[in-house]
T-cell receptor
Framework: GAVVSQHPSWVICKSGTSVKIECRSL??????MFWYRQFPKQSLMLMAT?????????EQGVEKDKFLINHASLTLSTLTVTSAHPEDSSFYIC???????????FGQGTRLTVV | GENVEQHPSTLSVQEGDSAVIKCTYS??????FPWYKQELGKRPQLIID?????GEKKDQRIAVTLNKTAKHFSLHITETQPEDSAVYFC??????????FGSGTRLQVQP
């Protein structure tokens, strides 16, 4: 199957700082990528849809100024958590679908801990 | 938008027994229904999927059934093994947007 790589796999940051997470499609071009957040023992909740060359589409309740998404190329989308707070601590995971295919491929996920 | 409900939230079975997880969806336009297995701290891994033009699909010990009229689909795992222990998520979509996931089922297979 297709490969989606996410980096870093874990990060610890101080409250008030910003953290950038990268999501790359290694062997296919992804015009659309998806960002999810997963709290412990909970499901994956869609945060936003990242569109190459245009603005991301955010789900209701997700602050676009806090979770900045950039999708500057067909193989890279980034999520920046700005002014992070302890309640932002979570497992962030990206996903992409190959054109004309329905299967979704996931990155390894990033465990963010804000102290 | 789509809403997916999943039951049970936890399931404990003896090794060798069968396990069944059920999901319902709300959007009649959904036509793609994957099942993912997620181990602690890892990414979800696709284990089986089914499209709306098929009623049942099987892959070795894993099978999925779909009832479009009732808008529900189920995952069946036979001859369960300890390594099947994980969290399982169902999902639904039209194939063009992000997947909508169920709440997850924590399966524990007792040796």
């Amino acid at each position: 199957g297709a490969v989606v790589s996410q980096h870093p796999s874990w990060v610890i940051c101080k409250s008030g700082t910003s953290v950038k997470i990268e999501c790359r499609s290694l062997d296919f071009q992804a015009t659309t990528m998806f960002w999810y957040r997963q709290f412990p023992k909970q499901s994956l909740m869609l945060m936003a849809t990242s569109n190459e060359g245009s603005k991301a589409t955010y789900e209701q309740g997700v602050e676009k100024d806090k979770f900045l998404i950039n999708h500057a190329s067909l193989t890279l989308s980034t999520l920046t958590v700005t002014s992070a707070h302890p309640e932002d601590s979570s497992f962030y995971i990206c996903s992409a679908r190959v054109h004309s295919s329905t299967e979704a491929f996931f990155g390894q996920g990033t465990r963010l801990t804000v102290v | 938008g789509e809403n997916v409900e999943q039951h049970p939230s936890t399931l404990s079975v003896q090794e060798g027994d069968s396990a069944v997880i059920k999901c319902t969806y709300s959007d009649s336009a959904s036509n793609y229904f994957p099942w993912y297995k997620q181990e602690l701290g890892k990414r979800p891994q696709l284990i089986i999927d089914i499209r709306s033009n098929v009623g049942e699909k099987k892959d070795q010990r894993i099978a999925v059934t779909l009832n479009k009229t009732a808008k529900h689909f189920s995952l069946h795992i036979t001859e369960t093994q300890p390594e099947d222990s994980a969290v399982y998520f169902c999902a639904a979509d039209t194939g063009r947007r992000a997947l909508t996931f169920g709440s997850g089922t924590r399966l524990q297979v007792q040796p």
